[in-house]
């Protein structure tokens, strides 16, 4: 192609139409990056490379010794424990997911509404929960053995068991959620094409229902094996020491930085591996619908006695559901040090709930979850909308590179980031100013920032591509300047999007406490440290009440979230 | 109103270049249309023109003002969008305010104005209503109004009416047309209809894969289309490569492929074609041209009818000719409809045949 050269001369771009400007502009975006997300996974990575200041391969011959077999069982464990989550999640939400948007049952809303109770369940309550219920002297298996006049308690969870039990009510939801999207929005034509075609009831679930399904099933496979992979929580409660998560903790407990260092980097190369996976597999899974189709028909119950057992077996879900709950209520009342053999606390107050907002100590950790989860959300806000923006807006190179490190918080466990924090902050760096940031209020809010970030980051995203880019130019050519046109225009239509989003996200940091239990101070204790304390010092009403605040919190949160993304998505046309 | 001038304009993204040397003048008061498919370069073009991306070489004036690289805000356009952007978080009314309130006139003033504009598109008293309340038409009138509030010197419209239905499409294109007209304000409009770029136009720019393929009056480039691609995309000629067999006064006498021979006039040779017996020609018949032969003495032509339609005015075929398809429609005046495979013979008027260059393309340049 030859240039016409005589009378065009290349344009001379202002400053911000240079295509370096953007990267000044984020700038303090890949500082952040760099010195949150990657800085801290290279000292931990660098550190378990080091003893005593030389380089040595020692931790790592430690880790992978056959003499003290701790770290390979403890590998062993997790992966173990992990699988049969996926497997056990996958039976109940899947099974869930085909009996509530395939048949037409008495009890169906009830039962429909009830099943995403566990996600208002912080995991460290959660994890309690299942044990005052269900534990060797739990409600249950002594109400039992009480009233059938057992010897002995008839079954008690307990162990690894234990940790699956609770693994498959608190994540089950992720298979159950979009497995039943999936049914609801399947084309059924498609199967009734296939019908027409002469297949089989049988042939048409194997062959056109269970591949439409595939993806999502993997998809939620590879997302609860690394949530199970990170779980502290519920190994902490029926006392597995050796998971890596766990053993991560010991180690740093027993001030054996180096060897927490190896184990994270193990847990770190998994969890971010399984990520990999995920992401890849999410690029090539395609399978929308093409047409709308007709609406999918749910097959009404139509004998009595079927209709009797749909409605106990609803009744019986949905106490299931509703008794971690319901279980923290009660002991939330019940006087601290006086529930012992009985099967329920004999004694009630409601001082736990008045110490809560008078007594200042009580308060304090209420006070730093709420403050230390606001400063969080809130850096995850600006962080986030400024990404977003540039991402959604300008073109520039770098763009994936900045998406995939976003991500990777995504995948790293509560206790590596905590220790990953440890390992960067406990001397000065340059990206904390020459501070020491570990053993200061900041880590917490900090950590925050960091396990949020891919949450928040995902939602803002998602309102700015969502919404319609050239409004903003519009308001451009009718003269307004960008930084008016930023505020009036763009700000209000994402504003919902951005708002439910960073709930979310502060909800998570109400509900945090793997991070928190590796990094608080005496004065930073959250919520589900403090919890974790009371419980230990059998100060189960006051540990209750703590919890039941949690529980309202995010339930109310989450209402609020879900009411704002219903409102802007009806005004974002 | 403002005369637009893009001088040797550029647009390059990476290896890829969008729009090459664009180079032409819009002038005051006129309505000026971008038309060409998808991808041709016509919303880059107009893109650059409102500020919102500049040019990778060259210059765009407005009034002799050098404006390559100002703002988007200090251009003083006025723009409507394909999907009308407007902000859904505002009332009519303060959609149309927008760019007043910006200019920072008084209350009452704005309200007039608003008020005015909304009446201008028939919206009159729709000022408190919600963005998601209205009609697509009328989204589209309001956006109109939003952009003529401001009483920009050039309106710039990018495909306003790709997302109405036909029947409102007709309403709302006469609409613009007369608003321009009461308002005489310098236009420019981007589609990729030829019709409604013919019936809506005082000059029409056509381009393909980012390079001007030809500028006129929607007649000029009906009647003489510059080039193949024209030719087709325009007036849906029929193209036949043929070789010039002698010239003589003012005719030119050519031999298609199967050895038809065919009369032409030298005045339809369009633009730079080198003429000399023995060489390439394209020739371009429309199919409105063709008459049934009526004993006249040249351009007689014995065909195949491949395929025929009835529509009742008229009757479309596509008949064989040298192998290529020549589409022909007849006015209705009484015949038997041509079935496949009958012949037909048929007469092509001196005056009808035109010779033409290849499109224009990057190899050529």
Same mark, same amino acid.
């Given at each position: 192609?030859?240039?016409?050269?005589?009378?065009?001369?290349?344009?001379?771009?202002?400053?911000?139409?240079?295509?370096?400007?953007?990267?000044?502009?984020?700038?303090?975006?890949?500082?952040?990056?760099?010195?949150?997300?990657?800085?801290?996974?290279?000292?931990?990575?660098?550190?378990?490379?080091?003893?005593?200041?030389?380089?040595?391969?020692?931790?790592?011959?430690?880790?992978?010794?056959?003499?003290?077999?701790?770290?390979?069982?403890?590998?062993?464990?997790?992966?173990?424990?992990?699988?049969?989550?996926?497997?056990?999640?996958?039976?109940?939400?899947?099974?869930?997911?085909?009996?509530?948007?395939?048949?037409?049952?008495?009890?169906?809303?009830?039962?429909?509404?009830?099943?995403?109770?566990?996600?208002?369940?912080?995991?460290?309550?959660?994890?309690?929960?299942?044990?005052?219920?269900?534990?060797?002297?739990?409600?249950?298996?002594?109400?039992?053995?009480?009233?059938?006049?057992?010897?002995?308690?008839?079954?008690?969870?307990?162990?690894?068991?234990?940790?699956?039990?609770?693994?498959?009510?608190?994540?089950?939801?992720?298979?159950?959620?979009?497995?039943?999207?999936?049914?609801?929005?399947?084309?059924?034509?498609?199967?009734?094409?296939?019908?027409?075609?002469?297949?089989?009831?049988?042939?048409?679930?194997?062959?056109?229902?269970?591949?439409?399904?595939?993806?999502?099933?993997?998809?939620?496979?590879?997302?609860?094996?690394?949530?199970?992979?990170?779980?502290?929580?519920?190994?902490?409660?029926?006392?597995?020491?050796?998971?890596?998560?766990?053993?991560?903790?010991?180690?740093?407990?027993?001030?054996?930085?180096?060897?927490?260092?190896?184990?994270?980097?193990?847990?770190?190369?998994?969890?971010?591996?399984?990520?990999?996976?995920?992401?890849?597999?999410?690029?090539?899974?395609?399978?929308?619908?093409?047409?709308?189709?007709?609406?999918?028909?749910?097959?009404?119950?139509?004998?009595?006695?079927?209709?009797?057992?749909?409605?106990?077996?609803?009744?019986?879900?949905?106490?299931?559901?509703?008794?971690?709950?319901?279980?923290?209520?009660?002991?939330?009342?019940?006087?601290?040090?006086?529930?012992?053999?009985?099967?329920?606390?004999?004694?009630?107050?409601?001082?736990?709930?008045?110490?809560?907002?008078?007594?200042?100590?009580?308060?304090?950790?209420?006070?730093?979850?709420?403050?230390?989860?606001?400063?969080?959300?809130?850096?995850?806000?600006?962080?986030?909308?400024?990404?977003?923006?540039?991402?959604?807006?300008?073109?520039?190179?770098?763009?994936?590179?900045?998406?995939?490190?976003?991500?990777?918080?995504? $995948?790293?466990?509560?206790? &590596?980031?905590? %220790?990953? #924090?440890? /390992?960067?902050?406990?001397?000065? !760096?340059?990206?904390?100013? *020459?501070?020491?940031?570990?053993?200061?209020?900041?880590?917490?809010?900090?950590?925050?920032?960091?396990?949020?970030?891919?949450?928040?980051?995902?939602?803002?995203?998602?309102?700015?591509?969502?919404?319609?880019?050239?409004?903003?130019?519009?308001?451009?050519?009718?003269?307004?300047?960008?930084?008016?046109?930023?505020?009036?225009?763009?700000?209000?239509?994402?504003?919902?999007?951005?708002?439910?989003?960073?709930?979310?996200?502060?909800?998570?940091?109400?509900?945090?406490?793997?991070?928190?239990?590796?990094?608080?101070?005496?004065?930073?204790?959250?919520?589900?440290?403090?919890?974790?304390?009371?419980?230990?010092?059998?100060?189960?009403?006051? $540990?209750?009440?703590?919890? &039941?605040?949690? %529980?309202? #919190?995010? /339930?109310?949160?989450?209402?609020? !979230?879900?009411?704002?993304? *219903?409102?802007?998505?009806?005004?974002?046309? | 109103?403002?005369?637009?001038?893009?001088?040797?304009?550029?647009?390059?993204?990476?290896?890829?270049?969008?729009?090459?040397?664009?180079?032409?003048?819009?002038?005051?008061?006129?309505?000026?249309?971008?038309?060409?498919?998808?991808?041709?370069?016509?919303?880059?073009?107009?893109?650059?023109?409102?500020?919102?991306?500049?040019?990778?070489?060259?210059?765009?004036?407005?009034?002799?003002?050098?404006?390559?690289?100002?703002?988007?805000?200090?251009?003083?356009?006025?723009?409507?969008?394909?999907?009308?952007?407007?902000?859904?978080?505002?009332?009519?009314?303060?959609?149309?305010?927008?760019?007043?309130?910006?200019?920072?006139?008084?209350?009452?003033?704005?309200?007039?104005?608003?008020?005015?504009?909304?009446?201008?598109?028939?919206?009159?008293?729709?000022?408190?209503?919600?963005?998601?309340?209205?009609?697509?038409?009328?989204?589209?009138?309001?956006?109109?109004?939003?952009?003529?509030?401001?009483?920009?010197?050039?309106?710039?419209?990018?495909?306003?009416?790709?997302?109405?239905?036909?029947?409102?499409?007709?309403?709302?294109?006469?609409?613009?047309?007369?608003?321009?007209?009461?308002?005489?304000?310098?236009?420019?409009?981007?589609?990729?209809?030829?019709?409604?770029?013919?019936?809506?136009?005082?000059?029409?720019?056509?381009?393909?894969?980012?390079?001007?393929?030809?500028?006129?009056?929607?007649?000029?480039?009906?009647?003489?289309?510059?080039?193949?691609?024209?030719?087709?995309?325009?007036?849906?000629?029929?193209?036949?490569?043929?070789?010039?067999?002698?010239?003589?006064?003012?005719?030119?006498?050519?031999?298609?492929?199967?050895?038809?021979?065919?009369?032409?006039?030298?005045?339809?040779?369009?633009?730079?074609?080198?003429?000399?017996?023995?060489?390439?020609?394209?020739?371009?018949?429309?199919?409105?041209?063709?008459?049934?032969?009526?004993?006249?003495?040249?351009?007689?032509?014995?065909?195949?009818?491949?395929?025929?339609?009835?529509?009742?005015?008229?009757?479309?075929?596509?008949?064989?000719?040298?192998?290529?398809?020549?589409?022909?429609?007849?006015?209705?005046?009484?015949?038997?409809?041509?079935?496949?495979?009958?012949?037909?013979?048929?007469?092509?008027?001196?005056?009808?045949?035109?010779?033409?260059?290849?499109?224009?393309?990057?190899?050529?340049?």
């Amino acid at each position: 192609m030859k240039k016409d050269n005589n009378s065009s001369s290349v344009t001379k771009l202002p400053i911000s139409a240079k295509p370096w400007f953007i990267y000044i502009v984020l700038a303090p975006i890949f500082f952040i990056l760099l010195g949150y997300v990657v800085y801290p996974l290279y000292r931990v990575f660098i550190d378990s490379f080091y003893v005593d200041g030389k380089f040595s391969l020692e931790l790592y011959k430690r880790f992978f010794s056959l003499s003290s077999r701790t770290n390979i069982q403890a590998t062993w464990n997790s992966l173990y424990i992990s699988i049969l989550s996926v497997i056990s999640c996958g039976i109940v939400g899947t099974g869930l997911a085909f009996l509530l948007e395939s048949y037409e049952f008495p009890g169906r809303k009830v039962l429909k509404a009830f099943a995403v109770i566990p996600m208002a369940l912080p995991s460290l309550i959660g994890a309690i929960s299942f044990d005052f219920l269900y534990g060797s002297t739990g409600i249950i298996p002594r109400g039992l053995k009480e009233i059938f006049g057992l010897a002995k308690v008839p079954f008690y969870l307990n162990g690894i068991a234990g940790v699956i039990v609770v693994h498959t009510f608190t994540m089950y939801t992720y298979f159950y959620l979009p497995i039943s999207a999936a049914l609801r929005n399947r084309d059924s034509s498609l199967e009734e094409a296939a019908l027409n075609l002469g297949a089989s009831k049988g042939q048409v679930f194997r062959r056109v229902t269970l591949p439409m399904l595939t993806p999502s099933l993997i998809a939620a496979s590879l997302l609860v094996f690394m949530i199970s992979m990170a779980s502290y929580t519920a190994p902490l409660i029926y006392g597995i020491d050796r998971t890596l998560t766990m053993q991560i903790v010991l180690s740093r407990t027993n001030g054996d930085l180096g060897m927490a260092s190896a184990q994270s980097t193990i847990l770190t190369i998994i969890s971010v591996s399984f990520l990999i996976i995920m992401r890849l597999y999410e690029g090539k899974r395609n399978y929308a619908s093409v047409s709308k189709g007709a609406a999918v028909h749910r097959k009404e119950v139509k004998s009595q006695f079927k209709k009797t057992l749909a409605i106990i077996a609803s009744i019986v879900a949905v106490i299931i559901l509703l008794l971690p709950i319901l279980t923290i209520i009660l002991i939330s009342f019940s006087k601290d040090g006086t529930w012992t053999y009985q099967v329920l606390p004999p004694k009630y107050t409601i001082a736990h709930y008045a110490e809560l907002f008078t007594d200042a100590k009580t308060w304090k950790p209420i006070k730093n979850s709420l403050v230390m989860s606001l400063i969080a959300t809130a850096g995850n806000v600006i962080f986030g909308v400024i990404v977003a923006y540039a991402v959604s807006r300008v073109k520039f190179k770098g763009k994936s590179i900045i998406d995939k490190l976003i991500m990777i918080p995504w $995948a790293l466990p509560g206790t &590596v980031v905590g %220790i990953s #924090l440890i /390992a960067a902050f406990n001397v000065p !760096s340059i990206f904390s100013f *020459g501070q020491v940031i570990v053993a200061t209020f900041w880590i917490i809010p900090l950590a925050y920032f960091i396990r949020h970030l891919p949450l928040i980051y995902r939602s803002t995203y998602a309102a700015f591509s969502q919404t319609d880019s050239s409004c903003e130019e519009a308001a451009r050519g009718l003269g307004a300047n960008w930084w008016y046109s930023f505020r009036k225009i763009v700000l209000p239509m994402v504003a919902g999007g951005i708002a439910s989003g960073a709930i979310l996200g502060f909800v998570q940091g109400i509900g945090e406490f793997v991070a928190s239990i590796l990094l608080y101070t005496p004065r930073s204790i959250p919520i589900s440290v403090a919890i974790y304390q009371k419980m230990y010092s059998f100060h189960f009403g006051t $540990a209750c009440a703590y919890g &039941v605040l949690q %529980i309202v #919190l995010v /339930a109310v949160l989450l209402l609020i !979230s879900e009411k704002i993304k *219903g409102d802007s998505e009806i005004s974002a046309i | 109103m403002a005369d637009v001038i893009l001088e040797h304009v550029n647009k390059q993204f990476g290896k890829f270049t969008a729009v090459e040397d664009a180079d032409f003048h819009i002038k005051s008061g006129e309505f000026f249309t971008f038309l060409g498919p998808s991808g041709c370069g016509k919303t880059t073009t107009l893109r650059m023109i409102a500020g919102f991306s500049y040019p990778s070489e060259g210059r765009i004036l407005f009034d002799q003002r050098d404006v390559t690289t100002l703002a988007p805000n200090k251009r003083d356009i006025g723009m409507v969008f394909q999907n009308y952007a407007l902000f859904p978080h505002m009332t009519i009314g303060e959609n149309v305010a927008f760019g007043l309130k910006i200019r920072k006139l008084n209350k009452q003033d704005i309200k007039k104005r608003v008020a005015r504009a909304l009446d201008l598109v028939h919206l009159s008293g729709y000022e408190n209503r919600k963005v998601h309340e209205i009609s697509g038409g009328q989204q589209q009138r309001v956006a109109l109004a939003r952009a003529l509030v401001i009483e920009p010197k050039i309106l710039l419209l990018d495909e306003p009416l790709s997302n109405l239905d036909a029947k409102l499409r007709d309403d709302t294109r006469s609409e613009i047309k007369r608003l321009q007209m009461e308002l005489g304000i310098t236009t420019i409009y981007v589609t990729h209809d030829q019709s409604e770029a013919m019936a809506i136009s005082d000059r029409i720019l056509i381009m393909k894969n980012g390079i001007m393929q030809q500028i006129g009056t929607p007649y000029e480039v009906y009647a003489k289309p510059k080039n193949s691609f024209v030719a087709d995309f325009i007036g849906k000629h029929s193209i036949f490569t043929a070789y010039i067999e002698k010239i003589e006064n003012d005719k030119i006498f050519i031999k298609l492929k199967d050895g038809t021979s065919l009369v032409g006039l030298k005045e339809n040779v369009v633009s730079d074609i080198q003429l000399g017996p023995g060489k390439e020609v394209l020739a371009a018949i429309r199919p409105e041209c063709v008459e049934l032969y009526r004993n006249q003495e040249i351009n007689r032509l014995d065909t195949k009818v491949i395929h025929s339609e009835f529509t009742g005015m008229s009757a479309n075929y596509q008949l064989d000719l040298a192998g290529d398809t020549l589409k022909a429609t007849i006015i209705n005046q009484g015949e038997v409809l041509k079935k496949k495979g009958e012949s037909l013979t048929v007469h092509i008027p001196v005056k009808s045949l035109y010779f033409l260059n290849k499109e224009a393309s990057h190899e050529e340049r």
